[in-house]
């Protein structure tokens, strides 16, 4: 079991450890078990999280399932997801074999047969803590083998003789937006997961995670703005916002808008558990600041990177909120409601924001409860490397 501190940032703003206890058994019994979860289980030994809005099991939600229920001590729901994950969503042949399906149905028929790499980076670091926390077990429930298995077909596919394309691209080691694409996303950037994986994966695998865990902070200084702190959904490999045409998609990806509220969280966990700052860390404090003070009226929107508000409601308010609360972590603390500095202030106005706003409801929920849950494990010391 990890000995290592975790900052306890509820604490520091005078919550007790009974009220923060309290709150998360009541996210945790509303999050999986309540009337407006997101988690069902599905026969005897299954189980899946839905995406409300889109009523189908994504790799996103099932492998932030699985690193929530490792983080809670919730074995039996691990291994449900888990089961349900290499049941269904697994490919095992063809060019993605060794990857994931990232959309399948309830019933659990494939919707696609391309994988989404920000599954895979969950999947894995989330069986590696199963394997430390829960110790190794028989089959697909030999975690850290499976965990091994994921990465090593993410680097290895397209260059060991095996078919398909890599998860990362090697000549830069960022991660990639789906495998062989000429860009990236800037919330799939998890350093923290990297420097696990480098102590973790396959001896021949270790170097490449490694690299990559100094590639992705050098990355983040880009791809966050030097005045907004926003990023923009995709991005190209010098940071910049993807504004070339999608061919599956007639949407706009180059601006502040649902998968990019991630990455002020991600560098917010990277920083407690890794501090380390190569000038990632400088984004927190300009986006808390371009939305919690020269936006305070109506933060909850859509942006352009530079922080420009276009006056159209966000689909995901309350994600907007729990991520940009998360990122506290990487202000050094104390924090305090009456801190004179008004960095530590205002991300101690952003954690209390976050300490007042319930679970979300209705359709869109899924996606800003599960930031939710993470952001609450991340800010009450409960988001550990399990060792």
Same mark, same amino acid.
């Given at each position: 079991?990890?000995?290592?501190? =975790?900052?306890?940032?509820?604490?520091?703003?005078?919550?007790?450890?009974?009220?923060?206890?309290?709150?998360?058994? %009541?996210?945790?019994?509303?999050?999986?078990?309540?009337?407006?979860?997101?988690?069902?289980?599905?026969?005897?030994?299954?189980?899946?999280?839905?995406?409300? #809005?889109?009523?189908?099991?994504?790799?996103?939600?099932?492998?932030?399932?699985?690193?929530?229920?490792?983080?809670?001590?919730?074995?039996?729901?691990?291994?449900?997801?888990?089961?349900?994950?290499?049941?269904?969503?697994?490919?095992? @042949?063809?060019?993605? %074999? #060794?990857?994931?399906?990232?959309?399948?149905?309830?019933?659990?028929?494939?919707?696609?047969?391309?994988?989404?790499?920000? #599954? @895979?980076?969950?999947?894995?670091?989330? &069986?590696?803590?199963?394997?430390?926390?829960?110790?190794?077990?028989?089959?697909?429930?030999? =975690?850290?083998?499976?965990?091994?298995?994921?990465?090593?077909?993410?680097?290895?596919?397209?260059?060991?003789?095996?078919?398909?394309?890599?998860?990362?691209?090697?000549?830069?080691?960022? *991660?990639?937006?789906?495998?062989?694409?000429?860009?990236?996303?800037?919330?799939?950037?998890?350093?923290?997961?990297?420097?696990?994986?480098?102590?973790?994966?396959?001896?021949?695998?270790?170097?490449?995670? $490694?690299?990559?865990?100094?590639?992705?902070?050098?990355?983040?200084?880009?791809?966050?703005?030097?005045?907004?702190?926003?990023?923009?959904?995709?991005?190209?490999?010098?940071?910049?916002?993807?504004?070339?045409?999608?061919?599956?998609?007639? @949407?706009?990806?180059?601006?502040?808008?649902?998968?990019? =509220?991630?990455?002020?969280?991600?560098?917010?966990?990277?920083?407690?558990?890794?501090?380390?700052?190569?000038?990632?860390?400088? $984004?927190?404090?300009?986006?808390?600041?371009?939305?919690?003070?020269?936006?305070?009226?109506?933060?909850?929107?859509?942006?352009?990177?530079?922080?420009?508000?276009?006056?159209?409601?966000?689909?995901?308010?309350?994600?907007?909120?729990?991520?940009? $609360?998360?990122?506290?972590?990487?202000?050094?603390?104390? &924090?305090?409601?009456?801190?004179?500095?008004?960095?530590?202030?205002?991300?101690?106005?952003?954690?209390?924001?976050?300490?007042?706003?319930?679970?979300?409801?209705?359709?869109?929920? =899924?996606?800003?409860?599960?930031?939710?849950?993470?952001?609450?494990?991340?800010?009450?010391?409960?988001?550990? *490397?399990?060792?």
């Amino acid at each position: 079991m990890t000995q290592r501190q =975790y900052r306890n940032v509820f604490a520091e703003i005078g919550k007790s450890k009974e009220e923060i206890d309290k709150r998360l058994q %009541e996210i945790v019994e509303g999050f999986f078990y309540g009337p407006d979860k997101v988690y069902f289980e599905a026969g005897e030994d299954m189980g899946y999280l839905e995406d409300t #809005g889109n009523h189908d099991a994504r790799t996103e939600g099932m492998s932030y399932g699985m690193m929530m229920c490792v983080q809670l001590d919730m074995k039996e729901e691990f291994d449900r997801i888990w089961k349900w994950s290499k049941t269904y969503m697994y490919m095992a @042949e063809g060019e993605n %074999e #060794g990857y994931f399906a990232w959309s399948c149905g309830l019933d659990g028929k494939k919707n696609a047969y391309g994988p989404a790499p920000d #599954g @895979e980076e969950f999947y894995a670091m989330a &069986l590696f803590f199963a394997s430390h926390r829960w110790g190794d077990g028989e089959g697909i429930y030999n =975690y850290s083998k499976e965990a091994k298995e994921i990465l090593h077909a993410c680097i290895h596919k397209g260059y060991d003789g095996r078919p398909g394309k890599p998860m990362w691209n090697h000549e830069n080691k960022l *991660i990639l937006f789906v495998p062989g694409i000429d860009y990236t996303d800037p919330s799939y950037h998890l350093p923290h997961f990297y420097e696990q994986f480098a102590k973790w994966a396959y001896e021949e695998d270790r170097a490449f995670f $490694a690299e990559a865990a100094k590639a992705s902070r050098e990355y983040l200084v880009h791809a966050c703005h030097p005045v907004s702190g926003m990023n923009s959904e995709y991005a190209e490999f010098d940071g910049s916002p993807m504004n070339r045409p999608i061919p599956w998609s007639k @949407e706009r990806h180059n601006w502040f808008f649902s998968d990019a =509220y991630r990455t002020a969280a991600n560098i917010g966990l990277d920083y407690e558990w890794c501090k380390t700052d190569v000038g990632q860390i400088a $984004a927190v404090a300009r986006l808390q600041h371009t939305l919690g003070v020269v936006n305070k009226e109506n933060p909850y929107q859509i942006y352009e990177v530079d922080g420009t508000p276009l006056g159209q409601p966000a689909l995901h308010p309350v994600a907007i909120l729990v991520t940009t $609360a998360q990122a506290s972590l990487a202000v050094e603390g104390p &924090l305090s409601l009456d801190n004179e500095d008004e960095t530590k202030r205002v991300a101690a106005q952003w954690v209390e924001k976050f300490w007042q706003e319930p679970l979300r409801t209705g359709d869109r929920r =899924y996606y800003d409860n599960c930031l939710y849950l993470f952001a609450f494990l991340a800010l009450s010391g409960n988001y550990r *490397i399990w060792e």
